[in-house]
């Protein structure tokens, strides 16, 4: 059993379209993330959800919203593609921060899905 | 920008050497990671050090940190082609990770 999966793993489309990525994990982890990896390989966070509720939003864009329906699954729409969102988005997810000295941020990663905008 | 830096951006060995990379970042931290990635895949955590600890070791990763100078080292010790990968330190400020901007390290066979 794959422990985070997040599909489609390939994603083209044409600009000014709206899509969406879906991630699940089967950890039984309460805190999930999506990060963007640019063409550089510059690996960003952009949102973090701890329980379904939202606790990082990395000024990103409003055209992408993330939504958690419950704790194991975070989802990602995003509208009015452009040309710079093309790029490998990862979801992750963690224990959750909580205590620093039980360090509970390791981050366990799906595979990626590459998001090119046409 | 709060990304940590690593050095070499990229390094090729022969198998059997060792490789050895550096991570430097900004902020204070409460413990700092590193992560392999294959090439198309995603992130796999390898060894987390805390600030209060100096030295890390698991099998052949060797992981150094030196808070004065918000730095850190991971080394790798008789490489294997299978260790052809991308390598990221990552440093936890509590609430989530800062990510470097990577060591692409190859080994030939």
């Known amino acids: 059993d794959t422990a985070v999966s997040q599909t489609p793993k390939y994603l083209v489309t044409q600009m000014g379209n709206d899509k969406s990525i879906k991630c699940e994990q089967n950890l039984g982890h309460d805190t999930m993330y999506w990060y963007k990896q640019d063409s550089k390989k510059f690996l960003k966070i952009m949102f973090s959800y701890n329980n379904k509720e939202l606790i990082i939003n990395e000024t990103v864009p409003n055209r992408f919203s993330p939504k958690s329906p419950d704790k194991a699954h975070l989802n990602l729409h995003i509208n009015s593609l452009e040309l710079g969102d093309s790029a490998v988005y990862f979801c992750?997810?963690?224990?959750?921060?909580?205590?620093?000295?039980?360090?509970?941020?390791?981050?366990?990663f799906g595979a990626g899905t590459r998001l090119s905008v046409l | 920008s709060q990304q940590g830096e690593e050095d070499p951006q990229a390094l090729s060995i022969q198998e059997g050497e060792n490789a050895t990379m550096n991570c430097s970042y900004k902020t204070s931290i409460n413990n700092l990671q590193w992560y392999r990635q294959n090439s198309g895949r995603g992130l796999v955590h390898l060894i987390l050090i805390r600030s209060n600890e100096r030295e890390k070791h698991s099998g052949r990763l060797r992981v150094t940190l030196d808070t004065s100078k918000k730095s850190s080292s991971l080394l790798i010790t008789a490489s294997r082609a299978a260790d052809t990968a991308s390598y990221f330190c990552a440093t936890d400020n509590t609430d989530k990770l800062i990510f470097g901007t990577g060591t692409r390290l190859q080994v030939f066979p």
């Open positions: 992750a997810s963690s224990t959750g921060p909580g205590n620093p000295s039980q360090a509970k941020n390791i981050q366990y």
